[in-house]
């Protein structure tokens, strides 16, 4: 068989003028193209052209009333609730999403199967359906309403509200980045620092910390985007209180339903720089991971076969 193989290889290489076949596995010229021309009309459509207006209806009316939108009073307070919003629910989702990963991938225990299973909810829920869920709960009329009226405790319609509502909706992403790195990686290294007579936050510190860095990072990225450009579970906690209760998205959408659109589309370009900025955060850190890998292949000794040299 092999010989067979490399006399059809000779032959061909010896008749140059025989006509050309694609290899098995490959495909014709105009099955690529077709296939990369359909999808740069798809991103062209769907992502850059809505991207490119955004930033032209922003501008349209001028510089001077595009930045004059967004130092407006209620768009100020949107963007602050928004950025504290974000940075109360990502570490606190860094928090859970490593404990959660550390023990699905480190430890057999009772419940495992349901831990993912909760993990998951968040992307099988519908977040309007996760912000009635603490209406229901926190609400005036709802499980815990009038004990926390009682003590003057207020949730719904507040930033408590908003955070919790941010951090259900986005507590998978860390987590989901982490368990299959930790399952993929083993718990060699742990069990030989714990053997070595090293603590649990030093074998965690010095050992499983820096296998995760770059996919923490990553999930971190992604939890950090969603949690600023999340609109239906806050919409439901927030009340739309201007000035006090509205992130950016939920100005953008109060903006817009009162027509004025230059204002709206403002702010919403802002939201827009985030996510261009996270995207390139994240393209980055891909780049770095990718590097680092292929140096850390590199440096590995070649295997040798037994009885050869190396």
């Known amino acids: ?97 490593v404990a959660a990963a550390w023990a699905i991938a480190k430890f057999e225990f009772r419940g495992k199967q349901l831990l993912t299973t909760l993990i998951d909810l968040p992307f099988s829920v519908s977040p309007v359906i996760s912000g009635l869920i603490y209406v229901l709960m926190f609400g005036a009329q709802g499980w815990f309403g009038p004990w926390l009226e009682a003590h003057d405790i207020k949730i719904m319609f507040a930033v408590p509200g908003i955070v919790l509502a941010t951090i259900f909706v986005t507590f998978p992403f860390v987590a989901r980045e982490l368990i299959p790195l930790m399952q993929a990686q083993g718990s060699e290294e742990e069990e030989a620092a714990i053997v070595l007579g090293a603590s649990g936050w030093q074998t965690f510190r010095h050992i499983t910390l820096p296998n995760i860095r770059w996919g923490l990072l990553y999930g971190v990225i992604l939890c950090n985007a969603r949690a600023m450009g999340e609109f239906g579970a806050v919409s439901v906690v927030s009340g739309h209180i201007r000035g006090l209760t509205n992130t950016m998205p939920l100005h953008v959408e109060i903006l817009y339903n009162e027509y004025n659109f230059a204002a709206a589309f403002a702010v919403a370009s802002l939201l827009t720089l985030l996510a261009l900025v996270t995207l390139g955060i994240k393209t980055l850190v891909e780049i770095r991971a990718g590097k680092e890998h292929q140096d850390e292949g590199a440096s590995r000794p070649a295997p040798t076969l037994q009885g050869q040299p190396s």
């Open 1 to 97: 068989m092999a010989g067979a193989i490399s006399r059809l290889g000779a032959s061909q290489g010896a008749n140059p003028g025989a006509p050309h076949r694609h290899d098995a596995t490959g495909e014709a010229p105009w099955v690529r193209y077709t296939l990369i021309t359909v999808a740069v009309l798809f991103l062209g459509l769907f992502l850059f052209i809505p991207l490119a207006s955004v930033f032209y209806e922003a501008l349209k009316k001028g510089v001077d009333t595009y930045f004059a939108a967004l130092v407006e009073p209620d768009a100020v307070s949107a963007i602050q609730l928004t950025l504290l919003v974000a940075a109360i629910a990502v570490p606190l989702n860094v928090v859970f999403g």
